[in-house]
């Protein structure tokens, strides 16, 4: 049977990710404003969820309806079969997020749909779940229109972008499913150097490192829809066995990652080793501003610090400049992109950006700028 789908993904990689869905296989695919709809069977469902790389969730849409008050939406969620697809032993939470709705209290109607649900299972069962909105086994999902309620049973559980073995983290972390996204708007090959002299705890280092071996980033987690009632478990067998097999064994790649900061090196080393990676990426403690790049061509890819991290807009002033300088000396040859959220790097880096791309990290507005450094252009610096 065909199923409805719907994953949210960081804002900006939209047609990225409905690229990587067609992919896979999907159908009737519709990228719409911070994610992408699309139809298939189960299989599809376990197998985005399994290899996705730029997918948040895999929401599974089990209803829809008009409704002109509460009442309404809780007659839509009572009706789903909700025993069907789980136990009253799974504890629940609802998420509601709406655009042009008239209701005035989106958590009222948050808890008229738990109302609900709980109510259904009472009714089928005797029982009802429990609510965590913490770490719950099963999250519903409601989206509001001005007159529709639609509804979606999530698939995940922990967003995708968790790939199960992360250990060292940082202040202010780049999302994975951001990162793999940007590696492909780079249109980085597997067979090209890549270099992030920035690294901080190694989220493109690990990103790049997964795409060359071909690792699906959820081999390393439990899903939601493992815990589903109709779990078709021989499929979903099958399917993580084909990615295992896939899977290339760790060797040295042309995969390079520095940073200033010695500890920040060092969160990255524990990263690559809780993922398998260590053996695959150089890693090592140097200043940007006086590395060589690691090969004639090949592209580099950074999360710059910009205000958050450095705080005073003075020292980016200073930087910036120095980073410009650093590109034209030693990066001749690269394609080089830099994320950032601070509108004065175009400008202070003293180079012109070849390509600028919006993309969200978080809320945070950003862009992804892309310069290109020909061979032969590198000059002194003033």
């Known amino acids: ?75 839509t969620a009572y009706a789903a079969t909700w ?101 492909r708007l780079c249109g980085w090959q597997t067979d090209e ?47 993580r066995k084909a990615a295992e097999t896939r899977r290339k064994p760790g060797r040295p790649l042309q995969i390079y990652g520095s940073d200033i900061v010695a500890d920040q090196v060092r969160r990255a080393r524990v990263n690559l080793e809780a993922a398998g990676l260590a053996e695959c990426v150089s890693l090592k403690c140097a200043d940007f501003l006086s590395i060589e790049a690691p090969a004639a061509a090949g592209v580099l890819v950074t999360n710059p610090p910009y205000g958050v991290r450095i705080g005073e807009a003075e020292a980016l002033a200073e930087l910036y400049p120095r980073i410009g300088d650093a590109l034209k000396q030693h990066w001749a040859g690269w394609r080089c992109h830099f994320l950032s959220a601070d509108e004065a790097l175009p400008r202070l880096v003293r180079l012109k950006a070849s390509r600028r791309t919006p993309l969200f990290n978080g809320a945070l507005e950003c862009r992804l700028y892309e310069y290109r450094m020909v061979a032969g252009s590198a000059r002194k610096p003033r």
């Open 1 to 75: 049977m065909t199923e409805t789908f719907f994953s949210p993904c960081p804002r900006g990689l939209e047609a990225v990710l409905a690229d990587e869905l067609s992919g896979f296989g999907a159908s009737t695919i519709e990228p719409t404003h911070g994610g992408v709809g699309y139809c298939g069977d189960w299989a599809l469902g376990y197998r985005v969820n399994l290899e996705s790389r730029i997918a948040t969730r895999v929401l599974w849409r089990i209803g829809a309806a008009r409704y002109r008050g509460e009442e309404d939406i809780y007659r």
């Open 83 to 183: 025993a069907k697809w789980f136990t009253p032993d799974d504890t629940i939470r609802v998420h509601v997020t709406a655009r042009q709705s008239p209701l005035k209290s989106l958590e009222f109607t948050t808890l008229r749909i738990k109302d609900a649900i709980c109510d259904h299972f009472r009714s089928v069962t005797g029982k009802r779940p429990s609510v965590d909105t913490a770490e719950p086994s099963m999250r519903i999902f409601a989206y509001l229109t001005r007159d529709t309620v639609t509804l979606y049973l999530d698939t995940s559980g922990e967003p995708l972008y968790k790939r199960g073995f992360k250990h060292a983290a940082v202040e202010a972390p780049l999302k994975e499913n951001l990162a793999a996204g940007i590696l």
């Open 193 to 239: 150097p890549l270099a992030d002299p920035m690294c901080g705890s190694g989220t493109f280092l690990i990103e790049a490192a997964q795409i060359a071996l071909d690792v699906a980033p959820g081999l390393g987690r439990r899903f939601a829809f493992e815990r589903f009632r109709h779990l078709d478990r021989a499929a979903w067998a099958a399917l």
